[in-house]
């Protein structure tokens, strides 16, 4: 073997992957996720989504009634799905922390 060889090591770990809807955020499911993944030392790997077509009539959440005064655009309703979307990430991520599960970022 040459003197110039390093070994290199690859830690292969388990990883649970799990899809959300990126709108209503099961909590449920994440609280799930995260004692699997700590049971089991596995990474977790989320994929948040956005639908291609909402309903446009009708209201999820009392909450929401406010953004129709300000919506004038169907462009305007899919920029404030987008930033809830990157709220509800930001939410996993401090949960995850709150956990003091490593979430690879800082």
Request: net charge positive; aromatic share 12%; proline share 4%.
């Amino acid at each position: 073997m040459s003197k110039n060889f390093k070994a290199k090591y690859f830690t292969i770990m388990k990883t649970i992957f799990v899809i959300l809807n990126g709108i209503n955020l099961p909590y449920h499911v994440i609280e799930y996720v995260i004692d699997k993944a700590k049971t089991n030392s596995c990474e977790i790997f989320a994929l948040f989504l956005k639908g291609s077509s909402e309903s446009p009539k009708g209201y999820v959440y009392p909450s929401d009634l406010g953004a129709t005064a300000t919506l004038t655009s169907e462009a305007d309703g899919i920029k404030a799905d987008e930033k809830i979307i990157s709220q509800n990430m930001k939410i996993v991520r401090i949960w995850l922390t709150l956990k003091k599960f490593p979430t690879g970022r800082k």
